[in-house]
């Protein structure tokens, strides 16, 4: 054979082996399969290995060990401590009960220190009266009012002093003696004349009637003893003289 035939036969074989190794692959022949091919030429078998997969080598990253689990202690439930609300309702009511009981303290305080006060007063205004009786000069009545009988050592004022007149009656008779009439009256707490009593009387002519009537306009400031609003029984000779 020349060289032109070999050149042709070796390209066939070739051709040959790419179609097979075309259809094995079209297939899915795995491994190695004899394939025979049938020439002119004595025949000759070849064997074709399958391309073998190389497995993509993955990198392998070492998984860290499992932590073992720790078997968690038993729960112990503590018991619940219950609240207990203040009683604001009772705290209000012993305030106000020690409130009043501050406030009863001091008002039997006060009322002790009036009863107290009272006592004095009445210690006081016992001696007094014991004191103003004792002059002599006084008397007093059942609605505990003083009344001396005279003026004798008590100090007055007079606001207001009217003199009688001459009675009419008396002129138009052309009576002309000197007539003294006698009086007693007794002056109140607000210094007012409250009674006469006529104790040297003349009784013709209006005498009297005159005295009388001027006592009653009388006025005299508020007479006071040992710090005692008193009554106080006065006595006067009321003189008549002609113009």
Do not use: C
């Not at 050149?7 to 297939?27: C, G, N």
């Not at 091919?37 to 993955?58: D, G, R």
């Not at 007055?156 to 009419?168: A, F, G, N």
């Amino acid at each position: 054979m020349n060289k032109k035939d070999n050149i042709l036969y070796f390209f066939i074989v070739a051709l040959l082996i790419h179609m097979s190794l075309f259809i094995v692959h079209e297939r899915g022949v795995k491994g190695d399969a004899p394939v025979s091919l049938k020439t002119n030429v004595a025949p000759i078998s070849v064997k074709v290995k399958s391309p073998v997969k190389k497995e993509s080598q993955k990198a392998v990253t070492p998984t860290p060990p499992k932590e073992e689990k720790k078997p968690e202690p038993p729960k112990i439930e503590t018991p619940k401590k219950e609240i207990v609300k203040p009683d604001v309702k009772s705290k209000i009511k012993d305030k106000k009960k020690k409130v009043e009981k501050v406030e009863k303290k001091q008002i039997e305080k006060v009322e002790t220190i009036k009863e107290e006060k009272v006592e004095a007063t009445k210690n006081t205004a016992s001696n007094e009266t014991e004191e103003i009786l004792a002059s002599g000069n006084f008397s007093i009545g059942k609605d505990g009012i003083f009344t001396a009988s005279s003026s004798d050592g008590i100090e007055y004022k007079i606001l207001k002093q009217v003199e009688p007149d001459y009675p009419i009656q008396a002129e138009k008779i052309r009576y002309r003696k000197k007539v003294i009439v006698s009086a007693r009256f007794l002056v109140g707490l607000n210094g007012e004349v409250e009674k006469i009593e006529i104790t040297q009387s003349h009784k013709k002519f209006g005498f009297d009637s005159e005295v009388e009537k001027a006592l009653k306009h009388w006025k005299f400031h508020p007479i006071f003893y040992k710090n005692k609003n008193i009554k106080v029984y006065f006595s006067k000779d009321f003189i008549f003289e002609p113009k």
